[in-house]
């Protein structure tokens, strides 16, 4: 391997991205909000360009629970995209999906979770399960590209049916361990 | 003078009364504390979403709502030091530039639910100035009855807007508002999409 791309160089792009950009579309996602992650990049620009999708980008991922919470109240359906550090950043928040009965569904890209090689990401990455289950999160992992859309419906599904937060976390044996070039 | 209180500073549910006369279809946010004793004090109604936690997310929740409902104003009230926690919030909210959000920080200067320990505010923290950097055109500092009616034309005319009103301290008779979180937020959405509300999927 000569460049740090592992991905393009050795492969197409993934199309699970479109396949969660899909699932969104067919559920009637209407509010999307995110922090990026570089394994949510793909499908970042295919919700930017969709006309019918508001985008929200937040300053911290609490934001976005609470962004959530007001679109319910108004009737439109959202998910919020993030790293696994940024699931820290939520935890009093969810007390937000509790206390109303909100549908909050998260898709969250893992770090510190398979081959890390940044030992910053660890113990978050490590507590993330942990931590949205304590808040009372349905959580579902997909460590295989195949697990990938079928999860994120159930997770969609799970959120707006039963009315509680619930999130499916994409393992790093789907997105590759960020090597930082050091591969 | 009915809307200023002992101290000569404005009183903070003479305030939450005047902002909402002849309030319309308009929605409400409160921050946790008494802002949601205020908006409940005032008149509760389904249109109220007084907020029991979740500091820090109040006027996230007011840019969710208002995207969602774009002909509708949407109010967010909140205290200094809830909206001292989701400072973040005005960059995001700025951004985004609702067009039928409005905010309004009562500004007492302390943490009225814990002791009254002093906050940001008062020892010169700007809250408008902070807004002003992250975008917002339209802000108002109110510090006097006088200035109330403006306040009150500039929340309800179209445009994102935010304020601070500077407000005595005093704690206000508590006036609490439904507890269960279910029932306020199913009674807002009622109130916002009808009977629909309960069957969407």
Known sequence: MTTGDATSATKAEPT??????NLLKTHDIRQVALVPDAGHSRLIRRCLADNAMQVTTLTTEEEGIALMAGA?????????????????????????????RTPMPMIVTMRGDFGEFNP????????????????????????????VAPTVDATLRLAFNTFRPAATLIGQRVLGAKTFGKD | MALTGPSGRIDRRELTAAVLRDRGDM???????????????????????????????????????????????????????????????????????PPNLAILV?????????????????????????????????TMFVTTEAEVPALYAAIHAEGLFFAVAKIEAASKKLVLPPRDGAVLQARMRAAVLGPAAYHQM
């Open chain 1, 120 to 147: 910053a990401q660890v113990p978050m990455g490590h507590a993330t399960q942990a931590v949205l289950e304590a808040m009372g999160t349905l959580v579902h992992r997909a460590d295989r590209v195949e697990d």
């Open chain 1, 72 to 100: 319910w109240l108004g009737g439109d359906k959202s998910v919020l995209l993030m790293q696994s550090s940024g699931v820290g950043n939520c935890i009093n928040m969810l007390s937000l999906a509790t206390l109303h």
């Open chain 2, 27 to 97: 929605l409400v946010v409160a921050g946790l504390g008494a802002p949601a004793w205020d908006i409940t004090a005032v008149g509760d109604c389904d249109e109220n979403l007084p907020l029991w936690g979740g500091m820090g997310g109040a006027t996230m929740i007011g840019l969710g709502l208002a995207i969602a409902q774009p002909r509708r104003k949407v109010l967010v009230i909140t205290g200094d030091g809830e909206m001292l926690m989701g400072l973040g919030s005005l960059a995001t909210i700025a951004v985004k530039r």
């Open chain 1, 16 to 21: 699970w991205p479109d396949d969660i950009y």
């Open chain 2, 106 to 138: 009562q500004d007492n200067e302390h943490y009225g639910e814990t002791g009254m320990q002093e906050t940001a505010t008062g020892h010169g923290v700007d809250l408008v100035a902070m807004a002003r950097g992250a975008g917002f055109a339209r």
